[in-house]
C-alpha cells in the first residue's frame, strides 16, 4: 500500500481506502466506536502516514494492526515506484 500524492484522486489513496474498508469491517462487527488509530513513528514509513489500529476497552487500548505507506526513501533505495 503505498501512497499517491495527487490530491485530487484522495478519494481513490489506497492509505485512505485502506483506513476506510477497516473501518467498515469494524462497523459491521459493531466494534466501530471502540476503533482507535494513533499516530506512529516508525522510520520505515512515511512521517505522516503511518498509524496503530488499536481496539479500546475503557480506558484500555490493545494494539490490533498497523497501516502506513512506505518512506520515499526506502522506495527509492529498492527502486520501487510510488504507484507499485
Sequence with gaps: M???????NWD???LLMS????????????LD????????????????KQATIQYQISSNKYQVG??????PLILKNYKI????
Excluded: W
Design 2 to 8: 503505498f501512497y499517491q500524492k495527487n490530491i485530487k
Design 12 to 14: 481513490s489513496d489506497p
Design 66 to 71: 498497523f497501516i502506513g505507506s512506505l518512506h
Design 33 to 48: 466506536q471502540e476503533i482507535v488509530f494513533e499516530k506512529t513513528e516508525n522510520i520505515n514509513f512515511h512521517p505522516k
Design 19 to 30: 483506513k476506510d474498508m477497516v473501518r467498515t469491517i469494524c462497523k459491521q462487527l459493531g
Design 81 to 84: 515506484s510510488e504507484n507499485a
